[in-house]
């Protein structure tokens, strides 16, 4: 098994020591800076399986620079490690398209479970699965990562489409938010956060709220399912 290479962006010096010591022994290559315009250049410069990104840096702060990162390399995991941990700071760095958010302080324990799942994912995309999902006249285009309903064009961030291509795949299953929280945020289910929800009414505001055939459905104490259902 190849050695998958990170990139780790922490300017706290003692936590960038002790997560490379850390990840290298746990048979990871880590390339540890502190500074995200020297991240940024470094990203441009070398190929990654997987990036870890503090929010507060010199140079260019985490969100910036997991936008950057997103017009470039959109499958890349990416990690972001902060002590913001309001439900507005989150959703900030799943908009900048970060995979995961971790909260300071962690264990390095959790840290590397989220690691490895996210990989994990990452090998298990690289299999085809169909270029085109269709519901009714919603459909996605996995290659150019483009929506549309219809003849218009939806644009989605990128946990949008990450979320949406997962109810696509799962079309009239009802999901847990435990299930979304798994397979699209690759963290345990928190019943005190409601990111989920939150990203849910963004996908309806954008896929249903215009069309007379709502497709996102709420089952009450269940949680969603996407279905095509005329309503009443």
């Not at 003692?14 to 022994?25: D, M, R, T, V, Y």
């Not at 760095?93 to 300071?104: M, N, S």
């Not at 989220?114 to 290659?143: C, F």
Request: aromatic letters at 8%.
């Amino acid at each position: 098994m190849d050695e998958k290479r990170i990139l780790l962006v922490e300017d706290e010096s003692k936590i960038a020591q002790a997560l490379k010591k850390g990840l290298s022994e746990n048979g990871y290559e880590v390339e540890a800076v502190f500074d995200g315009a020297i991240a940024k250049r470094l990203f441009q410069q070398h190929e990654y399986d997987l990036i870890i990104l503090d929010v507060n840096l010199p140079g260019m702060n985490g969100y910036e620079l997991c936008k950057f990162i997103r017009t470039h390399n959109q499958h890349v995991p990416v990690i972001m490690l902060t002590a913001l941990s309001t439900t507005d700071d989150k959703i900030e760095g799943f908009d900048a398209g970060a995979d995961d958010y971790v909260i300071k302080p962690f264990e390095f324990k959790e840290l590397l479970v989220r690691i490895r799942a996210l990989l994990k994912r990452t090998l298990n995309q690289q299999v085809p699965m169909g270029n085109i999902l269709r519901v009714a006249d919603l459909e996605m285009n996995l290659d150019s990562k483009e929506v549309k309903r219809g003849d218009q064009k939806i644009v989605l961030t990128a946990k949008e489409f990450q979320l949406l291509e997962y109810f696509m795949r799962n079309r009239n299953r009802v999901l847990s938010r435990a299930d979304i929280a798994e397979k699209v945020w690759d963290i345990d289910f928190d019943t005190q956060t409601n990111v989920i929800d939150v990203y849910v009414n963004y996908l309806r505001n954008k896929i249903d709220k215009q069309f007379p055939v709502k497709l996102i459905h709420t089952q009450v104490g269940m949680g969603y399912v996407l279905k095509e259902e005329h309503t009443r």
